[in-house]
């Protein structure tokens, strides 16, 4: 048997409900194969309902978690999520400059699911500018994709704006849009490239964004190519929303642990 799982090296926030951030990476990454290792980014205080607050981890901190990985383990593909912080930003930036050869999947996470913001006014600008000029696989969902680039009348055109700016393939997620199915749409190359659209489900998720993002890392850490890991992902991201459920008060969870829970 192969002992040898491939690492995924994850920056992401810490979500206290357990349905989205490291949490929701470390599920994942692990169901589909995979070693999450974890840089925590910043400490939020959220439910399934919202966020209430949040507070960065100092960016020294950040670079001393990931440079211990980094300097012990085979990192594969990182993953970024929740950054918290311009400073931080910077910090990862100059851990991908270092490490050009490992790719990166970036979900930019800027909102929580109910629109509460997760970083500073100047973080989207700090992204644009220092990331995701690294970033292999960008996967906004319409809103983040708007955000990152206002200019752009319509999400194809944000799309092609995202890839100007240096990031090798755009999947802009369609939740957020008010059409009867979710359609997600990838670019590369300044085209669409592919189209996958899902069954709309009856429910509010709390993960899904962070779900997809470590699914297609991990698929990418396993040697599939960058087309194949994501409609993989997407279809595994899909199967645990499908299968989600309801522990609190608020929004529902994915299942990412493959079998359905006994109760809605």
Wanted: net charge negative.
């Amino acid at each position: 048997m192969d002992t040898n799982l491939p690492v995924v090296l994850v920056f992401a926030g810490h979500d206290p409900s357990g349905g989205a951030g490291i949490q929701a990476d470390i599920e994942t990454i692990a169901s589909q194969g995979g070693h999450a290792a974890t840089v925590i980014t910043a400490l939020t205080v959220q439910d399934t309902r919202d966020i209430a607050g949040f507070t960065p981890v100092d960016a020294m901190h950040v670079l001393a978690q990931a440079r211990a990985v980094l300097e012990d383990m085979p990192v594969a593909v990182i993953k970024l999520g929740m950054l918290g912080s311009v400073e931080n930003a910077e910090a990862i930036h100059s851990i991908l400059t270092d490490y050009p050869e490992i790719p990166v999947v970036f979900d930019p996470v800027l909102a929580s699911g109910r629109g509460s913001d997760l970083g500073a006014a100047a973080l989207p600008a700090a992204i644009k500018t220092l990331l995701l000029p690294l970033t292999r696989v960008l996967t906004p969902n319409s809103l983040e994709a708007r955000t990152l680039a206002p200019e752009a009348d319509t999400l194809s055109a944000c799309a092609l704006a995202l890839l100007d700016r240096g990031v090798d393939y755009v999947l802009i997620t369609g939740s957020h849009e008010p059409s009867p199915q979710v359609v997600n749409r990838l670019f590369h190359a300044q085209e669409l490239v592919d189209t996958c659209s899902w069954e709309r489900l009856p429910h509010s998720y709390h993960g899904s964004g962070c779900t997809l993002a470590a699914a297609i890392a991990v698929h990418l850490a396993r040697g599939q190519d960058p087309l194949t890991a994501i409609r993989a992902a997407q279809q595994f991201t899909w199967q645990s929303l499908q299968r989600g459920y309801r522990p609190g008060l608020g929004q529902h969870l994915p299942n990412r642990r493959g079998s359905a829970p006994d109760r809605d």
